[in-house]
């Protein structure tokens, strides 16, 4: 049986203070933004030990719930609870993995609440990076209101090794998509939940290429889901064709530490997968300390150690030298038509996520069956994407619900 989770222990002396000082400030404000944050900021000083692993490891089926713990910090009309359940990596061993579940505060209707299991973009890849962490939780979920005020519920993992200790999944299909998939499954074990089996599945950027997956081994890995349509929007999809569109900016140097730290880890046992073999002795030497910063909130940091790499990063095409090359394709979704409708939406200013790539994928999904809905959006970069998207995700999803 899943615990529902409370800390328990002594708080030191100056955790109590701030702790009372944000109370107090709470008590005074009036906007409901500004409380929740403060109400946050409590939660996140008092919520580390939910994030240990249990000693020993409890068995579970993937999507068990371990534990979870309601968190304060969400709007009205709405409930929320942090989680650890069950999931597997790309080779099948057990992990824990954590994350959030949102539902509306009201009767469910029969059956449950539809779900909707969201594939956040990227934040970083060490456990303090994990959205659940942080002060403001659920402001990083796009469209997370308008979901709820629709009627359903929200969850939001982590990805293995962010939140709790676990493998990298930076970029790693099946991980994600298996910890995109278990967490829907481990929401419906919350009674207060009230979480039914239809399942919708939405991501962006780096969540685009978890909920692909996800959407891809959905019928095989998670049979009592009843998957009903896949929104994506800029999604991660020929990693190859796209880490060589970014390789030679600031951004995509900060992106490629996350993702050859997070390969060069799961893969350590591939020969040819340590550093030395693709990135310079100086990508070599500060790649670890990159990958180690969060892209929400050390964005300068990194920035700043990952500008003098600039066009002095790698020292060979990861696109053609193996094992690289293979691992990016086995990373990019694509490899099978996808049993539910989908719909993808590009930026057409996007300089991170190309629009041509996204194009070419759209393509591929069409030539092999899958039934694409595509939407450029213009005047629209890789940031606004998901946001302006949403009012057409909503109108083409209703008749895929019934």
């Not at 000693?55 to 304060?72: A, C, F, R, S, W």
């Amino acid at each position: 049986m899943p615990k529902a989770f409370s800390k328990t222990g002594s708080i030191i002396i100056a955790t109590i203070v701030g702790i009372i000082v944000v109370i107090v400030a709470i008590l005074a404000l009036n906007i409901s933004t500004e409380r929740r944050l403060a109400i946050g900021l409590i939660e996140q000083r008092t919520s580390a030990s939910f994030y240990t692993l249990p000693n020993p490891i409890p068995e579970g089926k993937p999507g068990t719930l371990v534990q979870y713990q309601k968190v304060n910090s969400i709007f009205d009309g709405a409930k929320a609870w942090r989680v650890m359940y069950h999931s597997n990596d790309l080779n099948g061993v057990d992990i824990l993995v954590t994350g959030t579940v949102i539902a509306p505060d009201g009767p469910a209707p029969e059956g449950g609440w539809p779900i909707v299991s969201w594939g956040h973009p990227t934040t970083g890849i060490v456990e303090r990076c994990a959205p659940s962490r942080g002060i403001a939780p659920f402001d990083l979920i796009e469209g997370l209101r308008d979901f709820i005020d629709r009627g359903f519920a929200v969850v939001a993992t982590d990805y293995s090794g962010m939140g709790a200790a676990g493998p990298n999944s930076f970029l790693i299909g099946k991980t994600e998509g298996h910890n995109v998939l278990d967490i829907a499954r481990a929401a419906r074990e919350i009674p207060q939940a009230k979480a039914g089996n239809k399942l919708v599945l939405w991501g962006h950027s780096q969540g685009g290429q978890a909920v692909l997956f996800a959407a891809q081994d959905a019928a095989e890995y998670a049979p009592d889901l009843d998957l009903k349509a896949v929104a994506v929007a800029a999604p991660a999809t020929n990693l190859s064709d796209l880490l060589k569109a970014d390789i030679n900016d600031v951004s995509g140097v900060s992106i490629g530490s996350y993702a050859f730290e997070s390969y060069s880890s799961v893969y350590a046992s591939v020969p040819g997968t340590n550093l030395d073999t693709i990135l310079t002795p100086q990508g070599v030497a500060q790649n670890k300390e990159m990958a180690s910063l969060c892209l929400l909130g050390q964005n300068g940091q990194l920035h700043s150690l990952a500008t003098p790499l600039i066009k002095n990063y790698l020292k060979a095409d990861p696109g053609t030298l193996e094992p690289w090359a293979t691992l990016l394709s086995e990373n990019s979704p694509g490899g099978k038509k996808l049993t539910a409708p989908l719909f993808i939406a590009q930026g057409e200013t996007d300089a991170l996520v190309r629009p041509y790539i996204t194009a070419q994928f759209a393509s591929h999904e069409q030539s092999i069956g899958t039934d694409v809905t595509y939407l450029t959006i213009p005047n629209t970069g890789h940031g606004m994407v998901a946001l302006r998207a949403l009012p057409h995700v909503f109108e083409w999803l209703g008749p895929h619900l019934r």
